[in-house]
Structure formats: structure tokens, C-alpha cells
């Protein structure tokens, strides 16, 4: 496609389910990049991907996250045991994965925990 | 790790003034730098990027940016604002000797007034 898309654009869930997230990157990008942005503060990095392997997870909050991406392109951020804390937009991101690209972002999926 | 500052929460300006919007950065390594417009219920756009060369540069809709080793800032500029220029603006940088991170400091709302 020509930009980032992800789907779905909002999701409101129970407290206690299962979520995924999924974004579909630009064709031809090897990096992928998860966010999560709460009202009023930066993206907060969560996962990158360069192919099929997770580069850097290290911003993953806990371990009721996850995320896949095992074809290298397409990639899920799975959410188990939601929390009302979890509640944010989730940004999705993609770029040809050299240092010296810009990542292009997706328009976010909006997840509500009630 | 990377990190990034943007010092202040909002920034107002007339229509047709000069406008600034301030970034610092820290890294281990070298930097690359990138400006982020968001708009209400959208996506982040790229703006620029420095990555090496010339301390100056320029990006979409008129704006720039000026890379300052010594002082490690990164600080967006347009000599004349317009209206539509109003949005948040986001800082970002990429210390590729640690990986493809991509860290984003927290916003900065720009309000241009008629």
C-alpha cells in the first residue's frame, strides 16, 4: 500500500481480555517499529523489528505484551489480560531500516479498556 | 541510551513571525535527528532529518532545523508562521551505534495566532 496502515482505527475492550493490533508496513520496509502515545506525551517506544526478529524490546512494559511479525511484514502487538492502564493510542511505524531513513508512522489504533 | 528534551510545553507566535521550537538530545554515539508534526486525530508526519554535512536543514512546508554539536540541540525553525502551522511537534533521535531506536521527547504544541 502506500503508507502504514493499521487496523482496526479503535477498539474498546473489557478489562481482562485479549487484544491484537495490526499493522501492515509500507512494502519494501525492513524495520518496524511499535509506539505507544498516551493524551498529551511523546511516543513511547515499545518494539522494533528488522525483518522477522525483534531487534530491540526493550521498551515492552511487561510480559502481558508481545508482538510478531513472522513473515516480515506484516506484524501483530498482541495484549493479554488488559488493563484500564493499557487504554492509549498505539502507533505503528516503518522505514527502510538504515540509519539514515525516517520512519513513516501509521494513523494508530486507538485502545480503550473499560 | 538516547534521550530527548523539548524544555518547553507550548510555543505561541504571531502570523507571519519567526518561529522557534527547541530540542536537546543525548546519545552515546552520533546522532541523527528528526522533526515530527501531528496533527489532531492523525498520524505523525515526517518534517527533516539531519544525519551528517551541512548544520542547516530544511524540510517540508518551510521549515528547518539547525544541528549545534556543541550545545547537542536540534532546534526547529520557519521564518514566517502561518495558521495552519499550528500542531505538536515532536524531536526524535537515533543513536545507531545502539540500534535502530528511535527515542521521541514529549511534544511541543505550537500555536500560531491571526
Known amino acids: 500500500g502506500a503508507g502504514v496502515s493499521q487496523t482496526p482505527s479503535n477498539k474498546v475492550t473489557e478489562k481482562g481480555k485479549y487484544v491484537e493490533l495490526r499493522c501492515d508496513p509500507i512494502?519494501?520496509?525492513?524495520?518496524l517499529y511499535w509506539y505507544r502515545q498516551s493524551l498529551g506525551q511523546g511516543p513511547e517506544f515499545l518494539i522494533y523489528f528488522q525483518g522477522t526478529g525483534a531487534a530491540d524490546d526493550s521498551g515492552l512494559p511487561n510480559d502481558r505484551f508481545f508482538a510478531v511479525r513472522p513473515e516480515g511484514s506484516v506484524s501483530t502487538l498482541k495484549i493479554q489480560r488488559t488493563e484500564r492502564g493499557d487504554s492509549a493510542v498505539y502507533l505503528c511505524?516503518?522505514?527502510?531500516?538504515?540509519?539514515?531513513?525516517?520512519?513513516?508512522f501509521g494513523q494508530g489504533t486507538r485502545l480503550t479498556v473499560v | 541510551a538516547q534521550s530527548v528534551a523539548q524544555p518547553e510545553d507550548q510555543v505561541n507566535v504571531a502570523e507571519g513571525n519567526p518561529l522557534t521550537v527547541k530540542c536537546t538530545y543525548s546519545v552515546s554515539g552520533n546522532p541523527y535527528l528528526f522533526w515530527y508534526v501531528q496533527y489532531p486525530n492523525r498520524g505523525l508526519q515526517f518534517l527533516l532529518k539531519?544525519?551528517?554535512?551541512?548544520?542547516l536543514v530544511k524540510g517540508s512546508y518551510g521549515f528547518e532545523a539547525e544541528f549545534n554539536k556543541s550545545q547537542t540541540s536540534f532546534h526547529l525553525k520557519k521564518p514566517s508562521a502561518l495558521v495552519s502551522d499550528s500542531a505538536l511537534y515532536f524531536c526524535a533521535v537515533r543513536d545507531w551505534e545502539y540500534g535502530n531506536k528511535l527515542v521521541f521527547g514529549a511534544g511541543t504544541i505550537l500555536r500560531v495566532k491571526s
Open positions: 512494502s519494501g520496509h525492513t524495520a
Open positions: 511505524a516503518s522505514s527502510l531500516g538504515t540509519p539514515n531513513t525516517e520512519a513513516f
Open positions: 539531519y544525519i551528517t554535512g551541512d548544520n
